[in-house]
């Protein structure tokens, strides 16, 4: 089959076009007003990439055109969908692509707030490091893993699973289209306010998705409040899990360090000496899901286990460090709502407990760009000596209630965080030209930030030199 992709440079988009290439098909795709890290991906996958819309760009035999769901690529009125539409070809989105191709599958969707993209690529590093060649979906890069998106040919498949909805015209959870026979639940906690107005409306989709899961299932869950209101949907075997002690799996006697070490405890009491390079709480909570969940289902060793926690690198942005021999770090966080904001800064004040934090940060997604969510300026630096804060983006602000740059500043200032906002690239490399050379800085958003993650770690490369690297 020949398949083109209409917005390729999604995360998911060019995970599922990996996987279909494997899986044997033809690909190719277009985007227009993408940005790295996935921009620079996309390019080097090997297949036709085009960086205009253009009825041109479709192959004269295409069989499916895959749509993204992102308003910049202006849904039926894109020249491609308008093509497409006029041959007669198949224009469906990725999510319904996954579940038609995995329908026979053993799929694994691991869900939740915050925690997925690790967990996924986590559990696919694992898999594939004990030689199991299990297919996988990741809406995010992994140095550890060769790419996003892979068919394998083992009976499972790991899949991400976003609660965000298909498209404008279709306003099912993309997860639920997935045929779980498993689900890996890290979180729940209120988002994407633009398309969920309250929690309830947030819960329902993985209310959905729990109610898929066959009786032969397994749901592996964090022991949380939120996660314990949904559970019940589940008619399937669950197992729990947290960083505190519970009826589940569990860690205990973690020491943070560059090599971070902790003990993973079993519900039989077995004990399980663990070491990784993440960083934050939040990604020991992430290893002790993953572990519960492919112990449970005898899919590695204990000792397999162990050799892949410590050798997976994580993944592109989500607390990534950008500089090697500037004295002052320069780590990208991924910051697309409170919770993973939150996680990132809390994350660099366990590490760089004595250093000023200066926190970059762009109001990228419609959550933080809300005005309802104005309350979250309130704490979500709290610790950090400064924030720059860049202006949130325009497009889809008539959708919802936008805030206002000028709001966006106010709030942060009002809560006693020293914050200034920058317009351009050059405004922000200029303030950060002048630091003491003691601080640690964070990059922090799930945009392109003013392309800072990229032209920022050479200046202080060379401005922060004069001292060996913290």
Known sequence: MRIHFTGIAGAGMSAVALMMRDAGHEVSGSDADVFPPMSTYVEGLGFPFHRSFDAANLPGDLDVLVLGASAKLGGEDNPEVAEARRRGVKVTTFPELVGEATRDRLNTVVAGSFGKSTCTALMAHVLKEADRDAGWMIGAISPSLPATGHWGT????????DEYIVGPADHRSKFVLYHPRDVLLTSL????????????D???????????????????ARDHPAIRAVAGEAACRIVWYDTAPCAGWFSEDVVYGETTRFTLV???GRRIAMATTLLGEHNIENIVGVAAYVLERGLVSEAALIRAVASFAGIRRRLDRLTAASRVPVIEGFGSSYEKARSAIEAMLLHYPTRPLTVVFEPHTFSWRNRDALPWYDTVFAGVARALIVPPPSHGAASHNQSSFEEILARTAAAGIAVDGVRTADEATA????LSGEEVVLLLSSGPLLGL????????????????AA
């Open 266 to 268: 079993a519900p039989d």
């Open 202 to 220: 947030y819960e329902n989709p993985f209310r959905e998705l729990l109610r898929l899961l066959p009786a032969e299932g397994l749901l592996v």
């Open 431 to 434: 303030a950060l030209s002048a």
């Open 154 to 161: 083992a009976p499972e498949v790991i899949l991400e699973g």
């Open 453 to 468: 993650p990229d032209s920022l770690p050479p200046v202080f490369e060379a401005l922060y030199a004069d001292a060996a």
């Open 189 to 200: 906690i209120h988002d994407h306010v633009n398309v969920f107005p309250t929690f309830a």
